[in-house]
């Protein structure tokens, strides 16, 4: 096991110095820390503390999420991490972390640092710094939504896409409907690719067509509504499944300053059964994530890898809430096209 005399020879300086920039003491430069902090890591260090104060501490790491406030996508996730992180003794600190932060320090380094043996990561896309380190990282990690290949320290948590696009599909088909188009996010995120690719597998599994004209990607919920929309219900869509309710709820907005009536003229599926959906109007049929189960199971995962069980992959099951936004299909007349308000 390596030891601070090896990080203190490889680097020409004294074991004091490498102790106090491994405990952060002011006196030692920043630059300097952190040349110790990725020392560490490349040879392999890990602390073997046994003080009470440190030697069981977790993170939940976020990016990009809403999660500080009841009713914050986040919120529930992070709360089902802790009500089992806490009760089995574990400290847990609930870190925001920035595209900057990750380009200054590698994950390895940052979780040295701060003495926490593993964490639970929400919010990252795919082109977040960390996550081209976590294929090669030390130090477990659970990704929700996230998947990272052959390492056995990295866990990927989520639902089953494929089984809820497969039930809204299987409900649609069975309302009449045939003609289904798609509105998802930009396909620089995991779950984005793995939910577009679910949708078409379901419409291949109940031989339903892919027109690529019914099918609108973008990481703007403004341009999938002014971009794609418009051309969607041009293609005479009678239903659109999207990505996430926050985008559902745009669509059904959309669609009705377009003159297009939900669900006589087109039915509206979500995704995730956020707090809104039963009060959209009309209310929003959705795929349910049940967001406090996810943050048990990150515990779960996070807590089978420090034991040194290697879990892969933990799905949950997904859940059809069918509510007033889908419907049968009905014959309808071409409603005018109107342009919506350019947005500034």
């Known amino acids: 096991m ?21 405990n952060g003491a002011d006196d030692v430069s920043e630059t300097l820390r952190k040349k110790v902090l990725e020392t560490a890591v490349e040879i392999g260090y890990k602390r073997n503390r046994a003080r009470r104060d440190t030697a069981n501490r977790l993170c939940v790491l976020v990016e990009n999420i809403n999660h500080e406030d009841p009713g914050d996508f986040g919120y529930d996730i992070v709360m089902g991490f802790k009500k089992m992180a806490v009760p089995a003794g574990w400290e847990t600190d609930i870190v925001s972390i920035t595209e900057e932060q990750q380009k200054e320090i590698s994950y390895d380094a940052f ?19 960390w996550m081209k380190e976590l294929q090669s990282a030390r130090t477990p990690a659970v990704l929700y939504d996230n998947y990272i290949r052959e390492n056995p320290r990295v866990s990927y948590i989520g639902i089953d896409n494929s089984e809820a696009y497969m039930m809204a599909i299987e409900y649609l088909s069975k309302l009449g409907h045939t003609q289904i188009g798609y509105l998802g996010g930009d396909m620089d995120s995991f779950v984005s690719r793995k939910r577009h690719d679910a949708f078409l597998e379901a ?53 009705m300053d377009l003159g297009y009536r939900v669900p006589k003229d087109v039915s509206i599926i979500g995704f995730d059964d956020a707090p ?57 007349k071409s409603a005018p096209l109107r342009k919506l308000p350019v947005q500034g």
């Open 2 to 22: 390596p030891t601070i005399n090896d990080i203190a020879d490889k680097l020409g300086i004294s074991k004091g110095t490498v102790s106090k920039a491994l």
């Open 111 to 129: 979780m040295l640092s701060r003495e926490y043996k593993g964490a639970f990561i929400i919010g990252m896309s795919l082109l977040s710094p």
């Open 203 to 255: 419409m291949d599994a109940h031989e339903l067509r892919v027109d690529p004209d019914r099918i609108g990607c973008s990481y703007f919920i403004s341009e999938c509504t002014h971009k794609y929309l418009p051309r969607l219900l041009d293609s005479h869509v009678t239903a659109i499944v999207c990505g996430t309710d926050l985008l559902a709820q745009s669509v059904i907005a959309s669609c």
């Open 276 to 332: 809104f959906a039963a009060y959209t109007n009309p209310s929003l049929t959705t795929i349910r994530q049940n967001q406090e189960a996810l943050g048990r199971c990150g515990f779960y995962a996070l807590h089978s890898l420090i034991g040194g069980t290697c879990i892969g992959t933990l799905l949950l099951r997904a859940e059809l809430i069918t509510r007033d936004s889908t419907g049968p299909v009905r014959r309808r």
